[in-house]
């Protein structure tokens, strides 16, 4: 069964753009959370989605945004980039539903802004 | 005060110690996650506890939901394991959103 996948890898970008990162979890899991990873707030949770719906949301500004699609497929989007969005961006994906699910983490995409 | 709190923040050992890495948490909790982190950033689930005790080769997690405390133990140590681990927390009615603790880098050194 193929694992999470993340694309793209690794992104510069600089101040002031756009940026969509795609997440597709393992099939068959219909829930899908982004996180945010720095040196100096650590692991971060910006949002979870389940059967296309925000389940949850962190404390991220409204630049952070997200979607998810009805192959579970999800993609999340930051506008207007500042110097303080490079950071690891790691989605995970669990079944979703009843029960304590474990999460399973994509490889992550590396954000660079300059 | 963080919400998780891991201990050590670093931790060197040779090569056959037994290793305890400690989790404290201060929310009521649903589950506790045990992660492991290689550089390059990939995470790895090691353990997902909502009681008692799991092992998993050499690894071993456990959890006392009185004291709100969960530890991860490695025996016989190997420099593979040389990580960082992070434990994790999902609460009561957060979904699936976790809380993390700030990891603790292990090296093992041959």
């Known amino acids: 069964k193929a694992g999470v996948t993340q694309t793209p890898r690794y992104l510069i970008k600089t101040r002031g753009q756009q940026v969509t990162l795609s997440c597709s979890p393992i099939?068959?899991?219909?829930?899908v959370s982004w996180y945010q990873q720095t040196p100096g707030q650590g692991l971060q949770f910006l949002f979870e989605y389940f059967s296309e719906t925000q389940r949850n949301k962190g404390n991220f500004p409204g630049r952070f945004s997200g979607r998810q699609f009805s192959n579970s497929r999800s993609e999340m989007n930051v506008s207007t980039l500042e110097l303080g969005d490079s950071a690891l961006y790691l989605c995970?994906?669990?079944?979703?539903?009843?029960?304590?699910?474990?999460?399973?983490f994509g490889p992550g995409t590396r954000l660079t802004v300059l | 005060k963080n919400e998780v709190e891991q201990s050590p923040q670093n931790l060197t050992a040779q090569e056959g110690e037994f290793i305890t890495i400690n989790c404290s948490y201060s929310v009521g909790i649903s589950a506790l996650h045990w992660l492991q982190q290689h550089p390059g950033g990939g995470i790895v689930s090691l353990f997902m506890l909502s009681s008692g005790k799991k092992k998993h080769g050499r690894l071993i997690a456990t959890i006392n939901i009185q004291e709100k405390h969960s530890s991860l133990h490695i025996t016989a140590s190997h420099p593979r394991d040389s990580a960082v681990y992070i434990c994790?927390?999902?609460?009561?009615?957060?979904?699936?959103?976790?809380?993390f603790g700030e990891g603790t880098q292990l090296t093992v050194n041959p």
């Open positions: 995970a994906s669990t079944r979703g539903g009843q029960g304590y699910n474990e999460q399973f």
């Open positions: 994790a927390v999902r609460g009561e009615t957060s979904g699936s959103r976790l809380t």
């Open positions: 099939s068959g899991h219909r829930s």
